[in-house]
């Protein structure tokens, strides 16, 4: 800790100091300043008691507040002093440090208020994570972030000589000079409703100002500047160049009397980088599919790339995420707040903090499904209701590594909602996590009566499928010089890749209810029961029955082993059974069909985002990346074949 020198003016100066702020310390403690803390409300509601104003100055008193004095230069540990000294700041006015947040609640009426003292503007900054490259410090002040020593050597905060010239080179340095300040704030609690058509309760707002004369910015303030930042889905942030102490009040409109119940909030201040932050990019978060009670979703690609081993535990998944029913509003007017997602978001995905049920029913994890394998952040969503639309939030856990108070960027970020719905009918179920059809990851027809080996059923099935088709493979050139190869562009890898990523998906097919009109699905199994016993009528049933494709599934033994009742299929991409006869050697005889026929085995795939056909690692709106699976090669008149002897109907 640096103390200055002090001339024998300066120290007396400085003693008498000391025991005036003693006197100070000691009226306060008697008057005992008021502080609105409601003590009503939730008993889960967690608060931070602030330092009162008292205690505060106490301590800098017993600490280094003899170095004031010093021609207004203060090292670093002298913050919280010129408040006291000059006994300028108001009673009820708690102090903000750089990073630490702090939690109150507030009752719809009130005004609260804070400062972030100007010590706490030009405090040391939080040192910078060791990982290079994943976050960028500002420089508008001119200052090297990363170095406070840099910050001494510009002559004004650690400058041990006093001398006039000194001196004034530093005023010089320092006027002017700024320093970025982010004060952000989220809502955790805000007053209900009993009633359903009673509208959202108002936003909190933050006032913030930086004039000496108005210490307590808020509603009642005119004529004096001021910034006023309603906060939007609970969360408010206001940047400013700072130069010295900042101002802020929190308002909580009165809200009608329809609601009940109080605001509770967490505001924070940091030179570094938004305490909290709320990010509307997007989209971040994709929906692969759903079935009735579960949904399984990625976000973008991770900024990780795969480790050189190829394992993905090395990865440690940096998102968390929420879900929340869209026809219950409790979330609305709290969405875009980290700390309001994760008091009220029925499905909260976060990592380490309890089992509630809520956090029970995700499984997250790394994955390398999909668009060219990048690894990708992957939630399994289970306990959700049935034909209901969901919000899905992405988020972050403080940095991701690292959470709360002390902790650049602690309180978490929220990116944009997506919106996914579950499906109806209880006969299509999500798998993923497939040993040989790993690419696999979408609802397909089920009968919940055996629904726990589903996965390993299908995916027993395509392999059994690929071993026939491998022993053929074999008996084509396929490890022979080029020019005996069946072709210089193509390889027997190419071959099996094709065909595992089209067996896969015609195998396995993609399953969506049966009450779906969508124009692009055709209803499978028709003749079967659906999974409560009832029949179709008899009048759709007949009709339906004598087309072979509405009659039974793709593969047969879908219907006599799994009994899944009527469904509606999303066709194979088509791209993908090109992909499979340009890849493949010509003897093996693969071919696509054309005409009538293709319309009820491939599916086309569309730019709108939807998923019109099934394709190995497809989820939805995800930015088009089209594949680079073949469209050079139109459909031919053949009809596939397996070359396994196996047919399975288109
Ligand atoms: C998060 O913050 C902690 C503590 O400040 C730090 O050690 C860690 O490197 C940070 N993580 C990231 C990803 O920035
Ligand atoms: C809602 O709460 C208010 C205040 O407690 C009460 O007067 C009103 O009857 C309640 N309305 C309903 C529909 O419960
Ligand atoms: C603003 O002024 C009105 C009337 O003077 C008073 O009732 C109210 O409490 C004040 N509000 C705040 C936030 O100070
Ligand atoms: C702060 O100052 C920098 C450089 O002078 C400027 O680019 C930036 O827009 C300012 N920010 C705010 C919030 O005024
Ligand atoms: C704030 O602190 C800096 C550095 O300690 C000092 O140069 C500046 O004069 C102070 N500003 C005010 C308004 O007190
Ligand atoms: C918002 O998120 C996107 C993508 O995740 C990222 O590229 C962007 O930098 C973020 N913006 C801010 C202001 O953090
Ligand atoms: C992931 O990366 C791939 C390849 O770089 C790109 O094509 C794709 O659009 C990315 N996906 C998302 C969701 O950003
Ligand atoms: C959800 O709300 C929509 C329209 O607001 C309504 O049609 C639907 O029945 C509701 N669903 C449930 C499960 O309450
Ligand atoms: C988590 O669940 C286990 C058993 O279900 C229980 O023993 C444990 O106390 C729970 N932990 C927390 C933090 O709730
Ligand atoms: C499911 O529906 C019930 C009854 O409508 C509702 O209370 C519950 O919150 C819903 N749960 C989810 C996760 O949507
Ligand atoms: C995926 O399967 C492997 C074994 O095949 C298993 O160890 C892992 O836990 C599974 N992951 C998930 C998320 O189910
Ligand atoms: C061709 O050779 C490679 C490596 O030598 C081998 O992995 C592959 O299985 C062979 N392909 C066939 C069809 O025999």
């Not at 995420?321 to 707040?337: C, E, P, T, Y």
């Amino acid at each position: 800790m640096y103390f200055p020198k002090l001339s024998p003016l300066q120290s007396r100066f400085a003693g008498s100091l000391v025991a005036t702020l003693l006197l100070l310390l000691i009226y306060l403690s008697i008057t005992n300043p008021q502080f609105a803390y409601a003590a009503a409300g939730p008993e889960d509601v967690y608060q931070h008691r602030p330092d009162t104003l008292g205690s505060h100055v106490g301590e800098d008193v017993i600490g280094e507040g003899v170095g004031v004095g010093v021609g207004g230069r203060r090292g670093p540990g002298f913050e919280g002093l010129e408040r006291g000294i000059i006994g300028r700041a108001e009673s009820g006015v708690n102090a903000l440090k750089n990073n630490a947040p702090e939690q109150l609640n507030i009752t719809p009426g009130d005004t609260q208020y804070w400062i972030v003292e100007n010590s706490t503007l030009w405090g040391s900054r939080a040192p910078q994570p060791s990982q290079t490259g994943r976050r960028h410090r500002r420089r508008d002040d001119g200052f090297d972030p990363q170095d406070t020593l840099q910050e001494d050597e510009d002559g004004w905060e650690l400058d041990e000589s006093f001398d006039g010239v000194e001196d004034l080179r530093a005023r010089q340095v320092d006027s002017g000079r700024t320093r970025t300040l982010y004060i952000t704030l989220n809502t955790c609690i805000q007053p209900s409703s009993n009633s359903s058509n009673s509208g959202l309760p108002p936003q909190l707002q933050l006032y913030v100002s930086t004039l000496s004369d108005n210490q307590k910015p808020g509603l009642n303030v005119t004529n004096k500047n001021q910034k006023v930042v309603p906060a939007d889905g609970g969360f408010a942030k206001w940047t400013l160049n700072a130069t010295g102490d900042t101002y802020i009040g929190v308002f909580a409109p009165p809200s009608t009397s329809s609601f009940q119940g109080i605001y509770n909030y967490e505001i924070a201040a940091s030179i570094d980088e938004p305490y909290h932050s709320y990010n509307d990019t997007g989209p971040n978060l994709f929906l692969v599919d759903s079935d009735s009670n579960s949904a399984l979703l990625i976000s973008s690609n991770l900024s990780q790339s795969l480790p050189d081993d190829g394992d993905l535990a090395k990865i440690k998944p940096p998102f968390v995420m929420f879900a929340h029913n869209q026809n219950d509003s409790m979330i609305q007017g709290l969405q875009n707040s980290y700390c309001g997602l994760k008091k009220y978001a029925q499905i909260a995905a976060l990592r380490g903090e309890g089992n509630s049920s809520a956090t029970n029913a995700v499984t997250m994890g790394i994955t390398t499904r999909g668009q060219k394998n990048e690894p990708k952040e992957q939630f399994y969503v289970t306990g959700l209701n049935r034909s209901s639309s969901y919000f899905g939030y992405l988020a972050m856990m403080g940095n991701s590594t690292a959470a709360d108070g002390g902790v650049v960027g602690g309180g978490g970020r929220v990116w944009k909602p997506m919106n996914f719905s579950t499906k109806s009918d209880g006969n299509c179920q999500i798998i993923y996590n497939l040993t040989f059809c790993d690419e696999v990851a979408y609802a397909v027809p089920s009968n919940p009566q055996n629904s726990s080996e589903l996965a390993s059923w299908y995916d027993t099935n395509a392999l059994s499928y690929y071993q026939n088709f491998s022993y053929s493979l074999q008996q084509v050139a396929c490890n022979t010089t080029s020019s005996a190869q069946y072709s210089l562009a193509r390889t027997c890898q190419d071959c099996e890749k094709a065909y595992k990523e089209w067996l896969c998906s015609v195998t396995i097919p993609r399953c969506e209810d049966y009450s779906s009109t969508k124009s692009f699905l055709v209803k499978r199994n028709v003749a079967d029961q659906f999974i409560n016993g009832s029949l179709l009528p008899d009048n759709d049933r007949q009709k339906l029955l004598n087309l072979m494709y509405h009659n039974s599934s793709r593969n047969p033994s879908i219907d006599t082993e799994l009994h899944p009742g009527p469904y509606n299929e999303v066709l194979p991409c088509e791209d993908l059974c090109f992909a499979l006869v340009q890849s493949c050697p010509a003897v093996l005889q693969f071919g696509c069909p054309s005409g009538i026929g293709s319309n009820w085995s491939y599916g086309v795939r569309s730019e709108s985002g939807d998923i019109t056909c099934n394709y190995p690692g497809a989820a939805f709106q995800l930015p088009t990346g089209r594949t680079s699976a073949g469209n050079a090669m139109g459909p031919t008149n053949a009809i596939l074949f397996i070359v396994a002897g196996l047919w399975l109907w288109l």
